[in-house]
């Protein structure tokens, strides 16, 4: 139905101005050309809903095969929307889009600007959930890529919509709005053609398909104008942009620009287009499903032995970029600090690979694919996450190295060094770094994770599963930091109440680990209880294995910090000693000397007395 995809365009251009235009008042533009940016995400919005509306009901026109002039069509969609999933979906979309629509009227500054994104990403979720990705073999893959993929788009697009809109006000700062938006526009096409070579495997059977099936053509036509996009843009980058002047780019640069923006409107057309086309790969209703499978969307993986926990991977591409940019990002402002003469120790360079390292390896290996299906699994993923990880993370002190090496905007507008700064420096960040506060979040989000429905929520709901390994990281970061770190954030406590804090937290977690080990009492029954597992322990018995690895797992760490703990301790000592006895050698210990003096007055007063009588 043409109408359906004339929607489902209308909707994705929406979504791309709001995201363009609040990411050029976050971090890009500021003044008349600020506000010029938040007018085309306040339109945006509206156009988001009026193409989500129609889109919601054309494709209930479609499916039920019943027009708008039936008496109870009203009611119909509303039990649509109500009762049934992808009504469901495509109503909370509608939903997000109303709710983004009343925050960026609200815009003025880039941290509302950064806030009015949130209810964005929530609806391209859940848009992810509901194209040919949600049914593929690999459900989690084909969701998560869809969803980099579509986010990934909004930016570029939405952020060459937002720079033409705003070409006048911008005024003598248009270079630098134009460098900024092509340095996000290079991160967007790098997510975008990860992703699109995620979805192209799932989707597509051979390469033969690319010609021989009709998703296949217009899958090729959207990689031809995506790669002629991508092309444009980095001869904008390399070649043209820097020879530009102020001049140029406010009398030439744009009309090239407008180029860029109308293969990407026809991309997103066809992207449009593709959602409402068969992939060549159908969906296949597995026969006889195992409970396993039923319950993760993957089947049952072998038994697990010290040759599974190595060759067990499954690929979740979020997380996998995540790592991967932060690899990149990190090497790239150790070089910079270098080649300034600067120095930055190798051994944290190496500390912070390490860590990138474990983090890879716990979200895409066998503790992920085992903490699905186990109990002990899912402990050992969580115990790497919030133990091990930020040991090596914290020695590498991300946060003081991106300090030093990104450079200071003094436009007004916020680059990646001020929104870092802006983040470390909020009172949020300073209650929660706070090291009592941290530490009481490290220890007590065991018991608020596992002894709630979030558990559970985590397990059946792959979003939820990746918010729980960014909240667990973060929580062991900001522990770890408060203790033995460098980076800037929390006020450190003295030592002996460091030492406190630690012994405190190891006897809470060796509280945890027995409780676990002596109960009899299954956690998300209606997950591991039902895993229907041919192998292994009962689901009551790897619970108490998991319990023994909370125990031992958390200890471990533990007493790694506490060793850190009482190092810098001595050093501490060590420079507060030598820095007194500089002190005594430029004052020639006048301190002592007034000191003994004291006690020379102090026994002659006592003797006087005595003499007297």
Excluded: C
């Excluded at 499978?293 to 190595?310: C, M, S």
């Excluded at 993923?381 to 003081?400: C, F, N, Q, S």
């Amino acid at each position: 139905m043409i109408l359906v995809t004339v929607a489902a365009v209308v909707r994705d251009l929406g979504v791309a101005a709001v995201v363009g235009g609040l990411l050029m008042v976050a971090a890009v533009a500021r003044g008349a050309a600020a506000e010029r940016a938040a007018l085309v995400a306040r339109v945006g919005a509206l156009v988001w809903i009026a193409g989500a509306g129609v889109f919601l009901m054309a494709s209930y026109v479609e499916i039920a095969q019943v027009g708008p002039s039936a008496p109870d069509f009203g009611a119909q969609v509303w039990s649509f929307v109500a009762d049934i999933d992808l009504g469901r979906a495509y109503g909370l979309n509608i939903l997000a889009a109303v709710v983004t629509s009343i925050i960026v009227t609200l815009v003025r500054t880039p941290s509302e600007a950064a806030w009015g994104l949130v209810p964005v990403a929530y609806g391209l979720g859940v848009q992810a959930m509901t194209g040919h990705a949600a049914g593929a073999e690999d459900h989690h893959l084909a969701v998560t890529s869809l969803y980099v993929h579509l986010a990934s788009s909004a930016v570029w697009l939405g952020l060459l919509i937002a720079l033409v809109a705003a070409r006048r006000p911008l005024g003598n700062d248009a270079k630098a709005a134009v460098q900024r938006v092509s340095r996000m526009v290079l991160w967007a096409a790098a997510a975008i053609v990860a992703s699109g070579a995620a979805n192209a495997w799932l989707r597509i059977g051979s390469v033969t398909d690319l010609f021989t099936t009709t998703y296949g053509r217009l899958l090729a036509l959207k990689l031809v104008l995506m790669s002629g996009a991508i092309a444009l843009a980095a001869w904008h980058r390399r070649v043209t942009m820097p020879r530009l002047s102020t001049a140029d780019v406010r009398r030439q640069f744009y009309r090239v620009l407008a180029w860029d923006v109308a293969l990407l409107a026809a991309v997103a057309g066809i992207g449009g287009v593709l959602s409402r086309t068969a992939p060549t790969i159908p969906v296949v209703v597995v026969p006889n499903p195992t409970p396993a499978f039923l319950l993760t969307g993957y089947p049952l993986p072998p038994r697990p032995d010290a040759i599974e926990w190595i060759t067990q991977w499954r690929l979740e591409i979020l997380s996998a970029m995540v790592v991967l940019a932060l690899v990149v990002v990190y090497l790239r402002w150790a070089s910079r600090l270098r080649r300034r003469g600067d120095d930055w120790p190798w051994q944290r360079t190496a500390a912070f690979l390490v860590g990138m390292a474990g983090i890879a390896w716990i979200t895409q290996g066998a503790p992920t694919v085992y903490g699905m299906v186990t109990f002990s699994g899912h402990m050992m993923e969580h115990m790497l996450l919030a133990m091990a990880v930020p040991l090596p993370i914290v020695y590498a002190a991300p946060i003081t190295l991106a300090l030093r090496a990104l450079p200071h905007r003094t436009d007004g507008t916020r680059g990646p060094r001020e929104w870092i700064r802006t983040i470390v420096e909020s009172r949020w960040m300073a209650f929660l770094a706070h090291p009592v506060v941290a530490a009481v979040n490290f220890a007590g989000s065991l018991l608020v994770f596992y002894y709630s429905p979030l558990f559970e929520f985590a397990l059946s709901n792959h979003a939820g599963h990746l918010w729980m390994i960014v909240h667990f990281t973060l929580a062991g970061y900001l522990f770890a930091n408060a203790l033995v770190g460098i980076d800037p954030g929390p006020t450190r406590p003295p030592y002996p109440l460091r030492v406190l804090l630690l012994f405190a937290t190891m006897a809470f977690h060796a509280f945890f680990g027995v409780s676990l080990t002596s109960s009899e009492v299954l956690l998300a029954p209606r997950w591991f209880g039902l895993m229907g597992r041919d192998w292994g322990a009962d689901a009551i018995t790897d619970q108490q294995y998991g319990g023994s690895l909370a125990w031992g797992l958390g200890e471990f760490p533990v007493l790694i910090l506490a060793i850190g703990v009482l190092v810098a301790w001595r050093r501490a000592d060590a420079r507060t000693a030598k820095r007194q006895d500089r002190e005594a050698e430029r004052t020639g210990d006048a301190d002592l000397e007034e000191y003994n003096s004291m006690l020379g007055g102090l026994a002659d007063s006592d003797d006087a007395p005595t003499a007297g009588r």
